[in-house]
């Protein structure tokens, strides 16, 4: 059995947004180990649409489409649909009341034209959309079956999830009493600190036995392990995920920062909650990301206490205490400064933690010396300081990103314990490449 | 004339990644006035490419592919370009020496697997690739040309802009003698503080004549005007721009913040910068957002002194002064509160503007008299301190990005002498809905 994907719209075919819905669909269809062939984009066309369906209908056997769907003039897909395939229009009265329904409970004047986003093909199965005016539908065409969702992400994944997916997996078994079917699990594991290589040749053995497939993501700085497990039962696959899951943890350790949805803030927050810690910031190069990044987390301000920009020398001394002497004699990036920073930090918010960061991001103001690239970060604990310097030659804003995921990281490896590394994939301050060194340190 | 895009690769049609390739190719297609009417996407699978391939030879001019042009055994394109197509693959010196020159400029060895990316259909056009060590290729198929890509987003951008585009103008020309060439030409105006129909209707009249179409963008919280003129030469369509341009800047005045890649923070720092002014901030809802923000544009610390994140109420106490006994009385979201962080934190930072902000950014935290999305921000300037009051009804992160572009956009306004005002699409505290409508202000 294969799946096709439609996406419908002249503004994805003018490139005035990027189509993320088919990504969002192959990527759940692909945990029915449902095979997605063709992707496919037209115009609000009629002609150019009619031909997608019918080459559709002809080769695949499931077809998602998305977009089409709202009120306006341009959104065609229902009537298209419905033509191609020889259907009339019926009105379904319970699809008319829910959209009702939904312009009463936002407060909003129903206009006429949603009236017809309650029409649908003969035959044609409704699919509710409780968080939009657009209901879904699909309907059967000879070997294929068309599912027709709005083109609104967020409207779209809910209707994928809980409309499509059990339609298509319940056809997928009654098509052969479900001696072909196989159940798809998978788990997405974040880590940091370690090159893709490295991770590949880290895991190479755990997976031999094939039972477990393990893909490789990277969104810098992180690296992303997507182990996915195949098998006749969900019991089985989800068995084999937790296994595989509890081996890569093994062996990586704190590598691992999370799983699924999180991310390092709020891992981190989680452990400062759990634990009763508190933390604060003393911000240079990094600019305010950290604590941007600790106060994008609800709750956070059951242990995030502030932090402190402290951009320029001026702000150094005025906020944080930083003797201007010492600034002028070591200069704003050094390792006397930052930890002065932590210091400062700690004794105004009466913080466990404070990261503390002080770099040259670029792209101008380094010096032979001093290059662009070059960064210290102090983590302060009740036990006293640690700090280290590393050269992260990228641009910019990766500079103040892969900055900020360290000092977060920092805090992380203290409460577990774990050794106080740079990531693997830097060179550390005049140390030359080191791939998988870990900084020297000074406590 | 039309255009097909054919995007290759597993990881697309598993939704590992969203393919932005299509939007950069329709984009820039768009330019050349040139209507894309397919995009298909492929596995690297040859019998799915080869009946892609054949299908777009029948229905398109031009065949816009990206993907499948690596060193790997996944990259396929060269050789089913050239297997559907009957033609031999030739090896082509220049590229291979080009590839050979692109390692040794890298200090990386060149395996012998990059020796087929010289490799190329016979009759093929080579593209080169100053980028990376793929070079593309065009070849003609019937009434088809096939323009073969990197996936490498900036490598295809580049060589769509260097290699592609002017010889598919050239075959516009070359079809008809020019007669039915139009050159576009598009801007892109930046907007804040004004709903899109209102952008609609305030500027109908101006573009009646037809010869600019005008186009709208969503970015939350900006709205994007696009200008698009088609010309029969590009002075004419460059001047069509330039006045639809002034006529759109001088209807909406200070509501076009930009112009092409600008942000809010970038135009805000050149203001500063051609003033000699400076800037510091005392953050509490939007927890070091605003910082990050201006930190983001390279040269910031010519004008960017420093901030506060006094989320915690001991915090706005200790770093920047605000009474405890007011914040008890008041509440830490209130205006009395939220002007004492504005001239705290420039007392003590010393700049000529600070931005403070102090909200409920939800989910939790409401009450009945300050409800979620209460939002205080206060501008200090020499002259004094100007205060309003906001509730903006959007999810957490909304609610940070919206109050930081207001705090941005504040400043940028007293620069230019424009009012202060809050963003049309909101409801003020207190004062229900009201489209349109400014702040009250107290100064």
Known sequence: MNAEIITIGDELMRGEIVDSNKARIAERLLLLDLDCRHQVSVLD?????????????????????????????DDLTTAILAETFDRKLALDEASLAAIEAFFSKVGREMVETNRKQAYFPTGAEVLVNPIGTAPGFSIRVGRA?????????????????????????????????GASRRVVRAALLATFGMGESTLEAELLDLLRDGEVELGFRTSFPDNFLRPVARARTAAEADLRIAEATRSIRERLGAVVYGEGVDTMESVVGRLLTERGLTVATAESCTGGLIAERFTDVPGSSEYFLGGVVSYSNEAKAAMLG?????????????????????????????????????????????SAEKPVGLVWIALATRDGIHADSFVFQVDRSRHRRLTAQVGLDWIRRSMLGAELVGPSLLRRAGGGSAPGSTGAGKS
């Open 322 to 366: 930083v003797p201007e002497s010492l600034i002028a004699r070591e200069g704003a990036v050094s390792e006397p400064v930052v930890r002065a920073m932590a210091e400062g930090a700690r004794s105004r918010f009466g913080s466990d933690f404070v990261i503390a960061t002080s770099g040259i991001s670029g792209p101008d103001g380094g």
């Open 45 to 73: 066309d009629p002609a150019d649409m009619r031909d997608a369906f019918l080459q559709a209908a002809e080769r695949s056997d499931f077809v998602l489409v998305s977009g089409g769907l709202g009120p306006t003039r």
């Open 145 to 177: 079956t068309f599912f027709a969702m709005p083109g609104v992400p967020r409207e779209l994944d809910r209707m994928m999830d809980e409309q499509v997916l059990p339609r298509v997996e319940a056809q997928l078994i009654s098509a052969d009493g």
